[in-house]
């Protein structure tokens, strides 16, 4: 009985944010342990077909670079990467945008839908919706000298948003699902970090929460605790102190570019936990970091 009791007070717990959460967005970027376990993969489903049911707006941004990697390994193509971005040459991107587009994306909808939800899966290209430009980087070579353009191929940084289609999506209640394949002017396709691509469709929708799922807890601080709350002012330092480092600094950067475009507030939860998202949100202590204005 007390079990049963439990259960009950944590649905009185959730409900004050149902009620603030109804009618607004949550942007939803899908990645790392949480696409590979079956378990996890089927309680994504499940919290985001319930979050739909109880009026939020859920969209989400998957990535798949794990599974990109599998089929070049097949095909025995060797992968390089310049600052932790996959280099993409025509070949590459080929792939990139078959498994990301044509396989994972699929596979998410799919789940979804199996189990009771109305998904629709989409591309950047898709209605224009994510268009891009190739991303420019620089290497510094020696002092007082200019920098080096690195070549990273077609990878692309988001230049425009355009959301028609989602409202379009919404209007009918259906669940979208994105790859981030960005295009560009010319009509070519872009390989775009799905953090980056979940954040500028949270900062064009003015979301009410960008939520980037991980394989960490969230940030810690130097004694390897988890911080449950930062301030964007409070970036600069963490990350000048080494306690933000990594790939968790671009993570950072871009909960801090959402926030300051409009969004609400941004999450950094750990999506190797079952029912990470609601347990974000719908909970009073929440199990990640979130970062604030």
């Known amino acids: 009985m007390q079990k049963i009791i439990e259960k009950a007070k944590t649905l009185i717990e959730a409900l004050p ?25 089927k309680n994504f489903a ?12 859920p969209v989400i941004v998957h990535g798949g670079g794990p599974q990109i990697n599998q089929f070049l390994k ?9 600052q932790g971005m996959r280099v993409t040459d025509g070949d590459t991107m080929d792939v990139v945008e078959m498994v990301l587009v044509g396989k994972v994306n699929k596979e998410i909808v799919g789940l979804i839908n199996l189990h009771g939800g109305k998904a629709v899966g989409l591309s950047g290209r898709d209605g224009d919706l994510v268009k891009a430009k190739k991303m ?33 999506l919404d209007s009918q209640n259906f ?10 002017s010319k009509g070519e396709s872009y390989n775009i970090n799905a953090d980056l691509v979940a954040g500028a469709i949270a900062a064009k929708l003015k979301a009410h929460k960008l939520i980037l799922l991980t394989d960490v807890a969230g940030v810690k601080d130097a004694e ?35 926030v300051a475009a409009g969004v609400g507030k941004a999450h950094i939860v750990d ?9 974000e949100i719908f909970t009073q202590a929440g199990i990640g970091t979130e970062i604030v204005q």
């Open 136 to 168: 420019e980087i620089y290497k510094e070579l020696v002092e007082n000298a200019p920098p080096e353009l690195i070549d990273l191929g077609q990878v692309g940084q988001v230049t425009e948003v355009n959301v028609e289609i989602l409202e379009t």
């Open 271 to 279: 999506g190797r936990v079952e029912h990470a998202i609601l347990l």
């Open 175 to 184: 669940i979208p699902v994105i790859a981030p394949v960005g295009v560009g």
């Open 74 to 82: 097949k095909m025995n193509v060797q992968s390089s990467y310049i």
């Open 224 to 258: 390897g605790n988890l911080i449950s709350s930062l301030a964007c002012g409070e970036l600069d330092g963490k990350i000048k102190s080494g306690v933000i480092s990594g790939g968790m600094i671009p993570k950072v950067n871009c909960c801090r570019e959402a």
């Open 46 to 57: 499940l919290d985001v077909i319930l979050m739909k049911h109880i009026g939020i707006n």
């Open 17 to 41: 944010y149902m009620r603030e959460f109804a009618g607004r967005t949550i942007v939803i970027k899908y990645g790392g342990h949480a696409m590979v376990d079956e378990e996890l993969k």
